[in-house]
Nanobody, 123 residues
Framework: QVQLVESGGGLVQAGGSLRLSCVVS????????MGWFRHAPGKEREFVAR????????NYADSVKGRFTISRDNAKNTVYLQMNSLKSEDTAVYYC????????????????WGQGTQVTVSS
């Protein structure tokens, strides 16, 4: 059984930074593409960022490009999301997810999900 556990969420002022972490256990971490999604009240879950399993190529939603950075440490079975210049509209529950393959923007293409961590940005 694959388990994903996120941490690092919290309350931060607009313009501040947070780093989210997601530890993966149960299967070989390096075989998964890893993604971050977020879900804000009254909105649909949306793609935030993704990093590939092999060469570590990355993709970002337009809304976070230039502010967020996704990275992974295969030795620690961990994926990170560094979030800078946070805005109130970044407030959401953030989820990490693992996929074998498929469209990286589609949440239904991901096989495993964490429980989520709340990020609240005050203006």
């Amino acid at each position: 059984q694959v388990q994903l556990v996120e941490s690092g969420g919290g309350l931060v002022q607009a313009g501040g930074s947070l780093r989210l972490s997601c530890v993966v256990s149960g299967r070989t971490f390096s075989t998964y593409n890893m993604g971050w999604f977020r879900h804000a009240p009254g909105k649909e879950r949306e793609f935030v960022a993704r990093i590939s399993r092999s060469i570590g190529s990355t993709n970002y939603a337009d809304s976070v490009k230039g502010r967020f950075t996704i990275s992974r440490d295969n030795a620690k079975n961990t994926v990170y999301l560094q979030m800078n210049s946070l805005k109130s509209e970044d407030t959401a529950v953030y989820y990490c997810a693992a996929q074998i393959g498929g469209s990286y923007r589609a949440s239904y293409e991901y096989d495993y999900w964490g429980q989520g961590t709340q990020v609240t940005v005050s203006s």
